[in-house]
């Protein structure tokens, strides 16, 4: 029997959903992670499509108009709706603010799944990097989940520089055939991907991971301020303490002093831009803290650090959107 143009139709939109993925959300982390995907996954292909989505259309048009530039063949599509980015793609990778926009990019997501043919929904996998509230992320999981799709929780580590190199390391939770799903997908924005756990354990080890960061800057912060009024080089006590005990990442590569780290360009150089905001920071210590009450854990430093983060923004709101490690200046200046 010869197939009718429905059927040839119907079949050619299930192959290109197939071979197709849709990124939401472009934000600082999000465009530069959106960048390497395509970059280094459908650049050179003729046949795979991306689809980018974000709040702001302008700046997923101004994605698509950045690399339809550098590669005149690729097929990129820009969609205003979560819902019509469901519907174009097998794989949908989700890079959020926080718990409300994932609840609502997902309330979008979900209905879309619905619609499709069981089969479609079967091989759609949803991957979120969202860093989110623990108990949020396992329902939205659980009502794809409920829909056919797989869907895992994959949040990162390594920072807008991380993400720009392409050396992020993501945190994984989902059943363990999600995760070799995921897996490939991922090695094309990171290098280290670790399987955490069932639903909601890569975010907790996100959690637990800048809950170490948050209180760590601000005790860099304190020290490289101490040692300023004791009459240290910056550079000499940065080397000190990068090869001793007190060795960390917010020492060795964020530091937040200018001339601290002689051949590096931290965000204090840009006068702090361009890095993880503080009050994504501050997000982020709630999330602890909110956490650790609920599992009754002690939180002592988490607390402390997440009043401080919060001060320093009411104080000096232009801190909000400048790299974390500007918890420095507002020290200085107290």
Not at 44 to 61: E, G, L, N, R
Not at 213 to 235: R, S, Y
Not at 271 to 283: N, P, Q, R, S, V
Request: glycine share 8%.
């Amino acid at each position: 029997m010869r197939p009718t143009l429905r059927c040839l139709q119907g079949l050619a939109y299930h192959a290109r959903r197939a071979e197709s993925t849709s990124f939401i959300g472009l934000g600082r982390m999000g465009y530069e992670m959106a960048n390497n995907l395509f970059s280094k996954k459908y650049a050179a292909s003729k046949d795979a499509h991306f689809v980018v989505c974000d709040a702001i259309p302008d700046t997923a048009q101004a994605f698509r108009n950045t690399f339809v530039q550098k590669y005149p063949g690729a097929h990129i599509t820009v969609v205003n709706d979560p819902e019509q980015a469901a519907l174009a793609s097998g794989t949908i990778i989700t890079m959020l603010p926080s718990s409300p926009q994932v609840q609502e990019v997902y309330s979008k997501i979900i209905p879309a799944l619905s619609s499709l043919p069981k089969e479609l929904a079967r091989h759609t996998l949803c991957i979120d990097s969202t860093t989110l509230d623990v108990d949020v992320a396992r329902q939205v999981a659980s009502e794809v989940n409920s829909q056919g799709a797989k869907m895992v929780d994959a949040p990162v580590s390594g920072g807008v520089t991380g993400a720009a190199a392409g050396t992020l390391s993501f945190l994984v939770g989902g059943p363990e055939e999600s995760f070799k799903l995921a897996q490939p997908i991922l090695t094309h924005m990171g290098q280290r991907i670790i399987h955490c756990g069932q639903s909601g354990a890569g975010l907790g080890a996100k959690i637990c991971n800048n809950l170490v960061l948050g209180v760590e800057q601000i005790v860099i912060a304190e020290a490289m301020l101490l040692g300023q009024k004791l009459g240290l080089d910056p550079a000499v006590l940065a080397s000190v303490i990068n090869s001793s005990t007190g060795s960390c990442w917010s020492c060795s590569v964020n530091n937040p002093v200018p001339s601290a780290l002689p051949g590096k360009a931290p965000p204090c150089e840009r006068d702090y831009e361009g890095g993880f905001a503080t009050a994504l920071m501050l997000k982020d210590m709630r999330l602890a803290t909110d956490i650790a009450e609920k599992n009754q854990s002690a939180l002592p430093l988490g607390v402390a650090a997440r009043e401080l983060y919060q001060k320093a923004i009411e104080e000096k709101p232009e801190l909000a959107k400048k790299d974390f490690s500007s918890v420095f200046k507002f020290l200085e200046q107290s």
